[in-house]
């Protein structure tokens, strides 16, 4: 039922690459090709319903334990450095007096009367989450590994010998519990956390496994799983885009046995397309794109959560601008039946507006991200005609913007985009010279590499004007990118007075700026 099927309304064309014996054999044997991946095991289909009706007992919680829980609660919905060793402290020093009453209880060989028992904080799952839910939402570097020694206090006081008869089922870690610190590991800047992340969601599947009568309340969600794979795709570690893949296909295949609460959504896809982008790998665009059509088949088939966001496809075009072959598709040259990466690029946005239009959904309306990924996306094909390409998709956004779309709103970095792309032009332009052409042929090349430079001027011209309107919006204050791109490409075009006139207009301009 989660199968990618045909990726519903959206068409974009994807490269079929073509492997030979040598090229798995080498799979294998290179390291910085593949990961080690080890599926994870869960019980089969038919104990799902068995263990949606084994929850833990409800137990009894007295009145000095719910008001402790209350405080630990309202202190673990702090953002701030101070607030979770005050919470852990509170939880330890309950903890102590409830091991020194049991120890008590056991020399004495009698029992509490409920009179005293009822006086007693009894540190519980709820008691140990809070905590840990406080660790979660700390600023300190230290709060994930925190979080963890607390639930693995809980597993050890559950799990221990001393528990045999069943005096700390009390502190039985739950879902939340062990949520919570895969929170805290997904937010941590801590080199390694994303493992750190990963390894426990195995460790949360062995708990459930190993549980009797399989708790539900242990049993990991879309939650674990979602939290996992945005820890694992953002960590820009080595294959983190496809050890990201990977949980998510385990996750649809989880579903597929019966968990119906395996349901990733348009975050989570958002995330690993976003690690395609970033990982700067050769084909990173179509495996994004595969994603994003993957979501579109699982919208199709209703679920909601699913539905392709103007993140995503953002995502997805910049794993297309950012492709290595963006550039070696443009040499090698392509038929009139194949796009190269630009084209794929801009035929998402293509999508994304005929999409909005048609429905009205502001979660898939194009942004400034948008266009100017577009943009740079022609930017980095060095192609001919990526000045032109470019122009054509900034007229699109300023065209939205002047009819009352302030998500198109223009900034220096949509510019800067169009100049790169004109930029880019005019260096293919030049690389395509040929002493053997004739001179016609040469006089054109070198007309297109001056219109191009003009162009890059003018584009500059109109940001210095939007940028000094009152009100000086510092998004369109041109950087130092943007005059050194039009001043490489005046001096490319040999006009000399075009490069003196920049030169003074920064010296104007950026007085003016500071």
């Known amino acids: 039922m989660i199968d990618e099927g045909d990726g519903g309304g959206i068409d974009v064309q994807l490269d079929t690459p073509t492997t030979t014996d040598d090229d798995d054999e080498d799979n294998l044997t290179n390291p910085s090709t593949v990961f080690t991946a080890t599926p994870i095991t869960i ?4 104990t799902y319903i068995a263990a949606s009706i084994a929850a833990s007992p409800e137990q009894k919680v007295n009145s000095a334990t719910l008001r402790f829980n209350n405080r630990l609660n309202q202190l673990a919905k702090n953002w701030d450095d101070t607030t979770a060793p005050k919470a852990e402290a509170l939880l330890l020093d309950a903890l102590e007096k409830y091991q020194q009453y049991l120890t008590e209880e056991e020399l004495s060989h009698s029992t509490s009367p409920d009179s005293k028992r009822n006086h007693i904080i009894i540190p519980n799952t709820v008691s140990f989450t809070n905590a840990i839910t406080a660790w979660a939402r700390c600023t300190r570097k230290d709060s994930a590994k925190r979080a963890q020694a607390l639930l693995d206090q809980m597993l050890h006081l559950y799990s221990s ?35 750190k992340a990963e390894e426990l969601l195995r460790g949360m599947y062995d708990f459930y496994n190993n ?59 958002g995330a690993i397309i976003n690690a395609y982008a970033n990982s700067l790998e050769a084909g990173a665009g179509d495996k994004a794109a595969q994603l994003l059509m993957h979501m579109e088949s699982l919208y199709q088939m209703g679920f909601e959560n699913a539905k392709p966001t103007t993140f ?203």
């Not at 019980?43 to 038919?46: A, C, D, F, M, R």
Request: aromatic residues 6%.
């Open 211 to 269: 549980e009797s009568g399989l708790d539900i309340e242990c049993k990991p969600d879309a939650r674990s799983f979602n939290a996992v794979i945005n820890a694992v795709a953002r960590s820009r570690d080595k294959n983190c885009a496809d050890r990201a893949k990977f949980l998510l296909d385990e996750m649809g295949r989880l579903y597929n046995e019966g968990d119906s609460d395996l349901l990733p959504d348009a975050l989570t896809f």
């Open 43 to 46: 019980t089969p289909t038919s």
């Open 312 to 514: 995503v496809y953002n995502a997805c075009m910049n794993a297309f601008a950012k492709d290595p072959l963006i550039y070696v598709e443009n040499e090698a040259g392509s038929n009139a039946t194949t796009l190269n990466r630009a084209e794929k690029a801009e035929q998402l946005l293509d999508s994304m507006e005929k999409r909005y239009n048609e429905e009205k959904d502001w979660r898939i309306k194009p942004d400034i991200i948008s266009y100017s990924t577009v943009i740079n996306a022609h930017a980095n094909s060095g192609s001919k005609n990526a000045g032109a390409n470019a122009d054509g998709i900034l007229r699109r956004m300023l065209h939205r913007y002047l009819v009352g779309d302030t998500k198109c709103r223009p900034n220096a970095i949509v510019f800067t985009a169009a100049i790169k792309a004109h930029s880019s032009a005019i260096n293919a332009t030049l690389s395509g010279l040929d002493d053997s052409e004739d001179e016609g042929s040469k006089l054109q090349k070198q007309e297109q590499i001056k219109a191009s430079a003009k162009r890059c001027e003018d584009l500059l011209q109109e940001l210095c004007l939007l940028y000094q309107l009152p009100g000086n919006d510092r998004s369109l204050k041109p950087t130092s990118v943007t005059f050194e791109l039009v001043t490489g490409a005046l001096t490319l075009a040999e006009d000399w007075e075009g490069v003196e006139r920049i030169a003074e207009l920064r010296e104007e301009g950026m007085a003016q700026c500071d």
């Open 161 to 195: 010998q001393t528990n045999e008869d069943g005096k700390w089922d009390h502190v039985k870690p739950n879902k939340i519990s062990y949520n919570s610190v895969i929170t805290a590991w997904a937010r941590s800047t801590e080199r390694g956390s994303a493992r």
